[in-house]
């Protein structure tokens, strides 16, 4: 099929879909879908470098027993984080990954998350840490900063915004003989351009003064938040609406290859389907905020997904092996592929533009009552946002807002 026969039956497929797609009634406020047509935001290309630019972020999070709230609470935001760092100029790729840690002589020391762009199998992850262990209050800090350093695929990319947020409420122990201290690490951190930045939950005199001077040797920031993690939770009228509709998204998402690339792929869908079933309303329409920003476009599509692909022009569905199209188009003739193809392309630009629409709206929303309860400067929303505001400023990233989101 020729990409300019897909590019006009998607076009006249999608009017009609939204056209006639239901309103959306929220607040009061009645939605109309705009007839215009949707299409997958990528990440804009730097026009200087011809590289998207890139920023890569690891939490490096204890999860001994006194963290429960803070874990709860990154379980909340990392897609406000997410779609914070996503509004960058211009749009970034963003990856994330995750170091856990607590100490000898518990279930683990560390627990190592490679950086991704597939942040739901990240966030699924995520789901599982629970708090637990510790006990002789400092904990295997220098273990959990080595490893951040030397065991995560940073980008080589010299112009990437690499960052680490150690968090935690307990200093490093300093007196394991066979440990690599902290100053060690933060010195090959600096070497490879990445900051550390430390935020210390709750008031550990002991923890503060070495928190700060790790963020001094990282090049990076101290913060301090309560014990909770102090971020704003604030539920509005559009997350139920916003995680059904992400649900709904995600739902439109066809994946060919190979029977290797296939699995990866299953894998990719059973994470969403973890956090569809398990996580909170509120983290599922922070998701879908997210999934529908330029820079959430790789989290959404993952690879191989043959929607886009086909519509897009990079790939030809004739072309394809039947064997490596999902189980369902084998058995379809040419015609009812391409026809597939067209409604679930039309369908999804649909439920994308009722995302955008109510996503920019709980926005507002959320801003509002923010300001109402006298702002949040002391939020962990807030200082993370502030940090990295002025971090990736200086590599060319402009986040030009006053304020996170939430």
């Not at 749009?91 to 607590?102: C, E, K, S, W």
């Not at 300093?174 to 600096?190: C, G, H, N, V």
């Not at 569809?276 to 998701?287: G, L, N, P, T």
């Not at 993952?302 to 188009?329: H, N, Q, Y």
């Amino acid at each position: 099929m020729k990409p300019r026969i897909i590019a006009m039956a998607l076009f006249m497929a999608t009017a009609a879909s939204v056209a006639f797609y239901p309103a959306y009634q929220s607040a009061g406020t009645l939605i109309k879908p705009s007839l215009d047509p949707v299409t997958i935001d990528l990440p804009v290309i730097d026009p200087q470098t011809g590289e998207r630019p890139r920023v890569d972020v690891v939490f490096v999070l204890d999860t001994t027993g006194s963290m429960g709230g803070l874990i709860q609470a990154a379980k909340e935001k990392i897609w406000s984080i997410a779609t914070t760092m996503a509004s960058a100029q211009p749009a970034p790729d963003i990856r994330m990954g995750l170091v856990a840690y607590r100490d000898r002589g518990d279930a683990y020391v560390t627990r190592v998350v490679d950086l991704s762009d597939d942040l739901d199998s990240v966030y699924a992850t995520l789901m599982d840490f629970q708090a637990n262990g510790g006990g002789d209050g400092p904990e295997s800090v220098n273990q959990a900063l080595h490893d951040a350093v030397h065991k995560i695929s940073w980008s080589q990319d010299s112009q990437a915004y690499r960052v680490v947020f150690l968090v935690g409420d307990a200093p490093p122990h300093m007196d394991y003989q066979d440990d690599i201290k902290y100053p060690e690490s933060l010195a090959a951190a600096t070497a490879r351009g990445i900051a550390v930045n430390t935020i210390q939950c709750g008031h550990n005199g002991s923890a503060k003064q070495e928190w700060e001077r790790i963020a001094d040797l990282g090049h990076g920031r101290y913060f301090q938040v309560e014990q909770a993690g102090s971020a704003v939770a604030i539920a509005t009228p559009f997350d139920e609406k916003l995680a059904r509709l992400s649900a709904r998204l995600d739902d439109t998402r066809l994946y060919y290859g190979t029977e290797e690339d296939k699995e990866k792929q299953r894998l990719k869908l059973n994470a969403a389907d973890k956090l569809h079933a398990e996580s909170s309303v509120e983290s599922r329409a922070r998701r879908a905020a997210f999934n529908v920003s330029k820079s959430g476009a790789s989290n959404f599509l993952g690879d191989g997904e043959l929607v886009d692909d086909v519509t897009s022009g990079r790939v030809d569905l004739s072309g394809i092996d039947r064997d490596k199209l999902p189980a369902a188009m084998q058995v379809m003739a040419p015609a009812e592929q391409e026809a597939l193809i067209t409604e679930t392309a039309a369908r999804r630009n649909a439920l994308r533009h009722q995302v955008q629409e109510l996503a920019a709206q709980r926005s507002a929303y959320l801003e509002k009552k923010v300001e109402e309860l006298g702002g949040a400067r002391d939020s962990l929303d807030h200082k993370i946002y502030s940090a990295v505001q002025v971090q990736a400023g200086k590599l060319g990233l402009r986040y030009e807002a006053d304020a996170p989101d939430y």
